[in-house]
T-cell receptor
């Protein structure tokens, strides 16, 4: 699976959009981009995934660049409960390889 | 069930003792994955199963770690002769279809193993 690079930490004001970037320059054509988050020490929670097209669900939006070498997770209206570690993963094989993630802190 | 259930939540073992962790995947999910989280953000893949068959064991320490997924039973991860460095949170995840890669993993809340 391709390696991903994320900033170690980000802050966001409550109610504003949180934009979390991820670089995956070595992604292969059949690899999906997945996003998970881990709140405190709970199990990772699935957020969204995509292959080529942008995706949106009730939690977030995923923007994938045309060359697929990077992506951005967008939380449209961040709340304090969105404070967590966010992991970007590219996946083709059965296992998912987690990187170090981005610690997002949403501030009042 | 609709959630991945891991038991116990906490497990304390003296160095050299055996530890056994359990995972009940979501009903209908064919794939089970085990991960080890030692430091806060670092996940290490251990092993995956397709039903009762080992699918990928490239992350498994062969010497002291073993795992099984038997029909009609929770999956298990067993550590013989635990060492201090085995202290970690062990997460189990299940997925309905791993082969297509278009299927997210559903994680349990983990078992925190402390080796003293």
């Amino acid at each position: 699976d391709a390696k991903t690079t994320q900033p170690p930490s980000m802050d966001c004001a409550e109610g504003r959009a949180a934009n979390l970037p991820c670089n995956h320059s070595t992604i292969s054509g059949n690899e999906y981009v997945y996003w998970y988050r881990q709140i405190h020490s709970q199990g990772p929670q699935y957020i969204i995934h995509g292959l080529k097209n942008n995706e949106t669900n009730e939690m977030a939006s995923l923007i994938i660049t045309e060359d697929r070498k990077s992506s951005t997770l967008i939380l449209p209206h961040a709340t304090l409960r969105d404070t967590a570690v966010y992991y970007c993963i590219v996946r083709a094989t059965g296992k998912s390889t987690f990187g170090d993630g981005t610690t997002l802190t949403v501030k009042p | 069930g609709e959630e991945v259930a891991q038991t116990p939540k906490h497990l304390v073992r003296g160095e050299g003792q055996k530890a056994k962790l359990y995972c009940a995947p979501i009903k209908g999910h064919s794939y089970v994955f085990w991960y080890q989280q030692v430091l806060k953000n670092e996940f290490k893949f251990l092993i995956s199963f397709q039903n009762e068959n080992v699918f990928d064991e490239t992350g498994m320490p062969k010497e002291r770690f073993s795992a099984k997924c038997l029909p009609n039973s929770p999956c298990s991860l067993e550590i013989q002769a635990t060492k201090l460095e085995d202290s970690a949170v062990y997460f189990c995840a299940s997925s309905p279809l791993s082969g297509t890669y278009n299927s997210p993993l559903h994680f349990g809340n983990g078992t925190r193993l402390t080796v003293t």
